[in-house]
């Protein structure tokens, strides 16, 4: 092809550039490799681990459905007439089939301490008991551990709790789907290289596949926000982790702590918490490192009134967060479960139509009052997957609404392909 400007060489040019640019190149692929493909959860369920059984999903969901029943009423009231009952359908069907999306067994803050022979017996009966589960098909799609930091006084306990589940579970073949462990109240990006290093000198010794261990980063300090140089840590943390990074989860209670907020003021919508996970949300963008939400300590039981009160508060909180693209949060208690179904699926179902028919006319090329560029087919192709992912949405009513199936809405939103999860 001629070039357009007389006397240079635009091939040439090019290829100068490509040379100037090449480790440009290689390295934005390394380090923003786009959406990991597969479901993201909408929420994860933190239970201690000497409370942890091989039935606890089961348990949660008919605890959840109890709840439920018995105070229809306030929830039909908090979800309003014109939604209330479609939702209420939804939501029973769903405490019925999936109660719990993900799970972590949790050695570290909501276990607390305990002596060593105690945390060894409690690490290997929770290990045995999420084999039993996962052979027995109760397990949820995502499982995990929270064990205590790499900070010099919990170190020692944390690797040997870590060791003791990981060599209970490899005892039986590799760890289950989508297993992952939590490292908390990170400090320092150093920590996440030692996380990784500790990986790689436990899969070989138990039998492990080669990078099958992956890790959560639990932002619940100021300082894995902002460092002492001024920079934002949580993104040196991302990048250091050597791709084994797959979460970001936001600690609601230490790092308001942390921060001097005091006790009736802690919250996910306290304004540290809003600066803290806007710049966790730009760290993760374009790495394939997924985004969570912290959780409320404020728990639906006792009376109808705190119960109300309760659902209300959570209900708005699990809103606030969607709407902020923060599409998973933590569950405390199994009477959370209505009101995070609820919220969830009211949001993928208020805005699905406008979503799909916003994305037929860009495929279809035709004209509308929205110029819609691809960055926002991509957005509005990933909101429709994430409603179909959790049950907010029929497969059958989005690809009449839009024309397309799943493959080509995972291919509009840049997940199609590599493992779930």
Known sequence: MESPVPGLDLDALTAELDERLGATDAALARHYPGARPGRQPVHTVYVPAD???????????????????????TLLDLLGPSQGDDLLARVRAKLET??????RIDLEDGYGNRPDDEEDRDALRAADELRAAVASGTAPAGTGIRFKSLEAPTR????????????RLAEDGPLPRGFVVTLPKVTAVEQVEALVHAAGRLEPAL????????????????????????TALVARMVHASDGRCTGLHYGTY??????????AQQSLEHPVADHAKAVMQAAAAGTGVRLSDGSTNVLPVGS??????????????????????????WDLHPAQLPTRFAATFAFYREGWAAA???????????DS????????????????????????????EVHEATGLDTRALAALAHRAGGEAG
């Open 304 to 329: 109808a009134d705190e119960v109300r009160s309760a659902w209300a508060t959570h209900l708005r909180l699990v809103r606030r967060s969607l709407e902020r693209g923060y599409y998973q949060g």
């Open 254 to 263: 230490d790092y308001s702590a942390y921060c001097g907020i005091a006790a």
């Open 369 to 396: 009052g929205v110029l819609d560029e691809p960055a926002t087919a991509r957005a509005l192709a990933d909101v429709l997957l994430r409603g179909l992912d959790c049950g907010a949405l029929a497969v059958a």
């Open 98 to 103: 999936e109660p719990v999306e993900d799970l």
């Open 356 to 366: 799909a028919a916003r994305l037929r006319t860009y495929v279809e090329r035709r």
């Open 156 to 167: 020692h306990r944390g690797v040997r709790t870590l060791a003791l589940v990981l060599e």
């Open 207 to 230: 039998g492990l596949p080669e990078r099958s261990l992956r890790f959560e980063i639990q932002v619940e300090t100021p300082q894995s926000i902002l460092g002492p140089d001024g």
């Open 51 to 73: 409370r942890f059984h091989a039935r606890l999903v089961e348990d949660h969901g008919a605890t959840a459905l109890r709840a439920t029943e018995e105070h229809e009423g």
